[in-house]
């Protein structure tokens, strides 16, 4: 079923598409939501239990907040794709539907890798923990292809993450030279990183350890250059305290 402008005037009781800023959809047997484009004021949207299988269509509501769309038929997430372009997203409700898979953890820090501006996933609270978690432990979604669109059979579209990453070589084409690498740290107003800085790590790893652990800084700070202010700023916080806690472990080692 297709969701029309007459419906969409009724739930919401407004004159006007553009004027809509809070809709319910609940369990209306949906297929279609393609008028969201025409919406771009919506904040709130609940489209769960229907039989919605894109996102495409809300990707034009960049006021959006709120999402809600547990048990629907979104086969990939690779959908997700079309969110990253909603800065004031929060709350999203994605549970029960086929893309969610088999590895509830995996779902969970590939969605928070992909929106990490999400304050509440499924009805659960996102930590900044996660969030730090999710840029290592999650997949990187890449757009569906067409392929994808027309396909039944519910399948995840994802590239190397930044685990994969460290695993590479360092002849990886995704190595920053020390310049750039250098250059993205000091946009998040962080020091270039040095070695001196964490003695206690660097003599007690191995050299394949410490090339392990440089594949993932440079995975990492590839992945900065997709964040907007906002997302640059949660990165920052994050950063700020897992340092402190590091420093904190450091000094209580040396009173050891």
């Not at 930590?127 to 669109?149: C, I, K, Y």
């Not at 590479?168 to 001196?196: F, I, M």
Request: one cysteine or more.
């Amino acid at each position: 079923m297709k969701l029309t402008r007459k419906m969409v005037l009724s739930r919401a009781k407004a004159s006007e598409l553009h004027s809509v800023r809070k809709l319910n959809c609940w369990g209306s047997r949906l297929t279609d939501i393609s008028i969201c484009r025409e919406m771009p004021s919506l904040e709130v949207i609940t489209l769960s239990v229907n039989s919605i299988s894109s996102l495409e269509p809300v990707s034009r509501c960049r006021q959006l907040s709120e999402l809600y769309l547990r048990k629907n038929r979104i086969p990939s997430l690779a959908e997700l794709i079309h969110l990253k372009g909603l800065p004031r997203l929060r709350v999203l409700w994605l549970a029960e539907n086929p893309c969610c898979g088999t590895c509830p953890h995996l779902y969970r820090m590939t969605v928070l890798r992909t929106l990490p501006q999400l304050q509440k996933l499924d009805n659960q609270a996102v930590t900044e923990e996660e969030v730090s978690r999710a840029l290592m432990e999650g997949e990187e979604v890449t757009a569906p292809s067409r392929e994808d669109l027309g396909s039944s059979p519910p399948e995840l579209s994802y590239t190397p993450s930044a685990v994969d990453a460290a695993t590479e070589t360092t002849q990886d084409p995704l190595s920053l030279g020390e310049g750039e690498a250098s250059s993205d740290q000091g946009q998040l107003g962080l020091k270039p990183t040095s070695r001196d800085r964490f003695p206690p790590f660097s003599q007690r790893e191995a050299a394949g350890s410490r090339a392990s652990r440089n594949n993932v800084l440079t995975a990492i700070l590839m992945l900065l250059r997709e964040l907007d202010v906002e997302g640059l700023e949660a990165v920052h916080q994050t950063v700020v305290s897992r340092l402190q806690a590091l420093h904190k472990q450091e000094l209580q080692e040396d009173m050891e």
